[in-house]
Antibody, heavy 120, light 106 residues
């Protein structure tokens, strides 16, 4: 059974950096059949895909966040991470990590999500 | 990004068929995935590649994609199907979600 678990601070101050990790169990982030994605959801709103990373380190990001976001791999911990710089209240959301099929782009395994609040 | 449009809400009586649509330009040329999200839970993949069901998803969930519209159909809707449903495609180098449809079974 593949499980994903998000972790990181629940509160970040405006203009600071949001950093989250996703620990993968039951699969390897080196699995060439999958990408590893981050998605967020503001309270009461819809899903917004943030970006993804492949085992090679190749990344794709949503254009609106591209200047502030980095997704990276830590193969020693079987984790991938999200860094979002210069956060504002608009970045307050429930953040999910998910596994994305390499060939057909659906996300078949999701973490439970972690809430991040941007506030001073 | 690729724009996907969903109706905000759909209602269905128990046991009836619910149809949730997702529209986009030439959508039939893309594979559509569907996710179910219940309050306080993470999204669950219910269909991928337009109409394929992951293991464990009931047969009452089916899908189609033609022209500019993809449809998620729930045959014999049950109270447990009440949730938000999101469509998703791979656009031009990004994953794009529809705005979501709240399905009410009453």
């Amino acid at each position: 059974q593949v499980l994903l678990q998000e972790s990181g601070p629940g509160l970040v101050k405006p203009s600071q950096t949001l950093s989250l990790s996703c620990t993968v169990s039951g699969d390897s982030i080196n699995n060439e059949n999958y990408y590893w994605s981050w998605i967020r959801q503001p309270a009461g709103k819809g899903l917004e895909w943030i970006g993804r990373i492949y085992t090679s380190g190749t990344t794709n990001y949503i254009p609106s966040l591209k200047s502030r976001v980095t997704i990276s791999l830590d193969t020693s911990k079987n984790q991938f991470s999200l860094t979002l710089n210069s956060v504002t209240a608009a970045d307050t959301a429930l953040y999910f990590c998910a596994r994305m099929d390499y060939y057909h782009y659906h996300m078949d395994v999701w973490g439970k999500g972690t809430t991040v609040t941007v506030s001073s | 990004s690729y724009e996907l449009t969903q109706a905000p809400s759909v209602s269905v009586s128990p046991g009836q068929t619910a149809s949730i649509s997702c529209s986009g330009d030439k959508l039939e040329k893309k594979y559509v995935s569907w996710y179910q999200q219940k309050p306080g839970q993470s999204p669950l993949l219910v269909l991928f590649q337009d109409k394929k069901r992951p293991s464990g998803i009931p047969e009452r969930f089916s899908g189609s994609n033609s022209g500019n519209t993809a449809t998620l159909t729930i045959g014999g809707a049950q109270a447990i199907d009440e949730a938000d449903y999101y469509c998703q495609v791979w656009g031009s180098s990004t994953a794009d979600f529809g705005g979501g449809t709240k399905l009410t079974v009453l």
